[in-house]
């Protein structure tokens, strides 16, 4: 792990204890047996914006902390390892980057105040597929009336139920754009998708939504490099919270290991389960070591984010695989059962590999930027 400035440990510590005491694993169970639509809990929401992590990597200008992803970061791994669910990821870090990207727009004027303060919840629509596939946007915005018409469809959209606002990609003819997308918008419909990580997953329909010109975040054909900047950030910050479901399951197998007897000894002291344990932490600590480094190079605005970010979402993802399956064998048939947090550590680490491009997708945008 790096050090840690004081800052950073403040955040890591305040974020560990409030999500070990507020907001642990049982409060992710209770909210799959409610089947709540919004699939978070409003109190613990309002409980996290008031910690001002809603703000963190926004400009002080908007209302924002002003810090950095690496403080994000350290914030998204306490949360990942309860599982805790909420629009953070989606709004403050993912939304918040877009419209940040964007410049010194009349958006940002409004909406960043508004996310900060945990009113306004956005998310962004990209895929159109069951594969993160960014270079690949049917949906799109015809010029109609000084506006735009919006017209395609959207799929696995984070927080999409609960989202106030969208900012939606889609083709123009100067290139790929990003619009912002009121949720009450005519024309424009959403339904939930229950998907087994439980969490609040909507797919949209553009019905020729209608849009005056000044809906456009940047200017028409500047959505590619919002959009590369912004999946760039989304995947360092999903990174590190996959990193702390890993980590949790590393300590629940760990914890196993040395209580769990068997033929009269703990079965940690069986030779090939102690070499399976210390594989899987050698992997725990390299994948620490990209996200950071990615973190580290996003605040540094280094050129080679991009490469790292990739590396980063692609090593975790090699690491929350691995640990996540050796969390339910090692268990053995206790792990299959429900009654068991581990099932849930399993959905939730499926769903997070796969988010903004599962590890095969990394490694080809690692090569290609690479030059391969």
């Not at 915005?141 to 969208?166: C, I, S, W």
């Not at 070499?275 to 600590?285: K, Q, Y």
Request: one cysteine or more.
């Amino acid at each position: 792990m790096a050090a840690l400035t004081e800052e950073q440990s403040i955040l890591r510590d305040q974020a560990t204890d409030w999500a070990k005491e507020r907001a642990p694993v049982a409060k992710l169970r209770a909210l799959r047996d409610a089947d709540t639509a919004s699939r978070f809990d409003e109190a613990l929401w309002r409980e996290m914006v008031e910690l001002g992590w809603t703000g963190i990597i926004v400009p002080e200008a908007y209302g924002g902390a002003g810090l950095g992803h690496m403080e994000f970061a350290v914030v998204l791994e306490q949360l990942g390892r309860e599982l805790t669910a909420s629009p953070l990821f989606a709004s403050a870090l993912v939304a918040a980057s877009a419209i940040v990207a964007a410049g010194e727009t009349e958006h940002a004027k409004r909406l960043l105040p508004r996310i900060v303060a945990g009113d306004e919840i956005a998310t962004l629509a990209l895929d159109e597929g069951p594969r993160h596939m960014p270079s690949r946007i049917h949906a799109e915005a015809m010029a109609f009336d000084g506006g735009y018409k919006l017209t395609g469809a959207k799929t696995f959209v984070p927080e999409g139920m609960a989202a106030t606002t969208f900012i939606v990609a889609a083709r123009t003819p100067e290139g790929p754009s990003l619009f912002v997308v009121p949720a009450t918008a005519p024309g424009l419909t959403r339904t939930p998708m229950h998907t087994f990580d439980s969490r609040g997953y909507a797919q949209l329909k553009l019905n020729e939504v209608e849009l005056e010109a000044s809906a456009l975040l940047g200017p028409a054909g500047a959505g590619g490099g919002i959009l590369d900047s912004t999946l760039d950030r989304a995947r360092v910050g999903m990174a590190a919270e996959m990193l702390g479901t890993g980590g949790a399951a590393f300590d629940m197998t760990l914890d196993y290991l040395k209580n769990r007897e068997q033929f009269g000894q703990v079965i940690g002291a069986f030779q090939a389960l102690g070499h399976r344990a210390s594989e899987l932490f050698s992997a725990m600590e390299l994948a620490r070591s990209c996200m950071e480094a990615a973190a580290q190079a996003i605040d540094d605005k280094s050129q080679e984010a991009p490469r790292y970010a990739a590396l980063a979402k692609a090593k975790v993802g090699d690491f929350l695989f691995q640990m996540s399956n050796q969390l339910i064998q090692i268990h053995g048939g206790i792990g299959m059962t429900d009654d068991f947090d581990a099932g849930l550590y399993l959905k939730r680490a499926r769903a997070q590999e796969a988010l903004y491009g599962g590890r095969a997708f990394q490694r080809d945008r690692y090569a290609s930027l690479r030059g391969y």
